[in-house]
């Protein structure tokens, strides 16, 4: 069956950087976009970035753009955020989620267009 298993959260400084993973099973990650969301203490969910599948294009939300940078290892079937520059503004559990159709990655930040979610890992900036 279908999984996506978060991993690489923690307590970082302000400035710090953390890396986030991913790791999919039950499908076949070539096929599919990954998005990463996140939801903060009385925040609503939030699109944060996207990687297509055949290409790679990579999308963001304007609040990380230039701090965070998607990737993908199919080989390893695993999708990465890379967070630079962290801020207490990005402190929220992180989401990564399967996209419901294959090749499909028009509007990323719409959580209605993910169909398998993992169970999230948490990130908190604090000094």
């Known amino acids: 069956q279908v999984q996506l298993v978060e991993s690489g959260g923690g307590l970082v400084q302000p400035g710090g950087s953390l890396r986030l993973s991913c790791a999919a099973s039950?499908?076949?990650?070539?096929?599919?976009?990954i998005g990463w969301f996140r939801q903060g203490p009385g925040k609503e969910r939030e699109g944060v970035s996207c990687?297509?599948?055949?290409?790679?294009?990579?999308y963001y939300a304007d609040s990380v753009k230039g701090r965070f940078t998607i990737s993908r290892d199919n080989a390893k079937n695993t999708v990465y955020l890379q967070m630079n520059n962290l801020k207490p503004e990005d402190t929220a559990v992180y989401y990564c989620?399967?996209?419901?159709?294959?090749?499909?990655?028009?509007?990323?930040?719409?959580?209605?267009?993910?169909?398998?979610w993992g169970q999230g890992t948490q990130v908190t900036v604090s000094s």
């Open positions: 989620a399967k996209r419901m159709h294959a090749y499909s990655d028009q509007y990323y930040y719409d959580g209605t267009r993910y169909d398998y």
């Open positions: 990687i297509s599948s055949s290409y790679g294009s990579t």
């Open positions: 039950g499908f076949t990650l070539d096929d599919y976009a």
